[in-house]
């Protein structure tokens, strides 16, 4: 598939006005995507889990309008009108305009909440972002039937990716690949695929406790972050990691090797920090809350037979990563000794998912 095969012929069956739901998660990366190119193509290939229980709800209404020069919307957050948001809307319209032409066509009104705090650090562009293309692309299926689910999910993937990276890995679950490559049969730059190899079954229905450490509005944005990266002295070498560390997660996720992944995933999240305090301008995004319960981890791994393990996004919060079977001496360790370090004493229990679901 390339940029072309996302560009329709003219539809024949024109729609007057409507509302689609989709409810789409936030997921969370095991090898990071931190560093791109033009037209949001990641420097190096990512994976990540689905979640479950972190996610935004979005209804698109649309509403047929005279063609005219620009994007008519209005956005509202949990009810209330949100027009700080409308540049990021405005710039994916820009965007993926070219993808469907009939955004010009309509006056949207998009409803959108999470089940998260925004801008906790948890992912919520990602699942905004593959919330609002999935409505859309239910726009484009309405007026193009014999559309397939295949082309619908891979398109809907395309069209999230350019409102934010990793959203593109949002559409399905439960365990997806996003950047070229050579080992992962169909992986592209574009979209991101269901991750097409055996998973064994210690890694199914992973769950990954959420501490929110720090609530607060981020101090750098991915965007921003994502930008240092260009002339960054590690950049090369960084993006190599991330794709051998790609190649070195396929055999333990088979095996179902815990202490192999432990290594690749924590390893993951402390470069991609590294990278951060090593770009110019540097900045750090963990506070001593996040230090002290990576250590917390870590002790405990050592006392007792346990997989717990950590990564981190570009944010303070911890996800605490363990399988299924070990759910309840982790619970525990979190209450007793991690939940004392989060804000307010503020968590959340989420799970590997299986992507977005349409509910209107
Ligand atoms: C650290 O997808 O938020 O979470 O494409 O600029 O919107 P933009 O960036 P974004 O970056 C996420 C980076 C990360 C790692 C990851 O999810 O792979």
Not at 64 to 91: A, C, H, N, R, V
Not at 137 to 153: A, D, G
């Amino acid at each position: 598939m390339n940029e072309q095969d996302f560009i329709l012929e003219p539809y024949n069956k024109a729609i007057e006005n409507g509302s689609y739901t989709w409810q789409s998660p936030s997921n969370i990366a095991l090898v990071k995507y931190w560093g791109k190119k033009e037209s949001q193509i990641p420097e190096n290939p990512s994976i990540s889990f689905t979640l479950d229980a972190c996610k935004t709800t979005t209804t698109l209404r649309f509403k047929k309008k005279i063609k005219g020069d620009i994007f008519s919307f209005d956005i509202f957050l949990d009810g209330k009108k949100q027009d700080d948001f409308k540049p990021k809307i405005e710039t994916f319209f820009k965007r993926i305009e070219v993808y469907l032409p009939f955004l010009k066509d309509y006056h949207f009104i998009i409803e959108t909440s999470n089940s998260f705090p925004h801008s906790s650090g948890i992912a919520s562009s990602a699942s905004g972002m593959s919330a609002l293309a999935l409505c859309l692309m239910s726009i484009e299926r309405e007026s193009t039937p014999e559309m397939t689910e295949r082309y619908f999910n891979q398109k809907a993937s395309f069209l999230a990716r350019l409102g934010s990276g990793s959203a593109c890995r949002s559409i399905e679950g439960d365990l997806v690949v996003w950047g070229n490559h050579k080992e992962i049969k169909g992986s592209s730059d574009l979209f991101g695929i269901k991750y097409p190899y055996k998973v064994h079954k210690n890694f199914k229905n992973y769950q990954d406790t959420i501490l929110l450490v720090d609530k607060g509005e981020k101090q750098v944005s991915s965007t921003v972050g994502h930008n240092l990266m260009h002339n960054h002295p590690f950049a090369q070498e960084r993006f190599k990691q991330a794709n051998n560390n790609l190649s070195k997660l396929i055999d333990p996720l088979k095996a179902g090797d815990l202490k192999a992944f432990i290594e690749i995933v924590e390893s993951e999240a402390l470069s991609l920090h590294a990278m951060m305090m090593t770009s110019l301008p540097y900045f750090i995004l963990m506070k001593p809350n996040t230090l002290e319960i990576i250590n917390k981890i870590w002790n405990f791994r050592q006392q007792t037979a346990s997989n717990v393990c950590f990564t981190l996004d570009a944010g303070a919060n911890v996800h605490v990563l363990y399988p299924e079977q070990e759910a309840e001496q982790a619970m525990k360790f979190i209450q007793n000794e991690l939940v004392a370090h989060c804000q307010n004493g503020y968590y959340i229990c989420d799970r590997i998912g299986f992507g977005a679901k349409q509910t209107q």
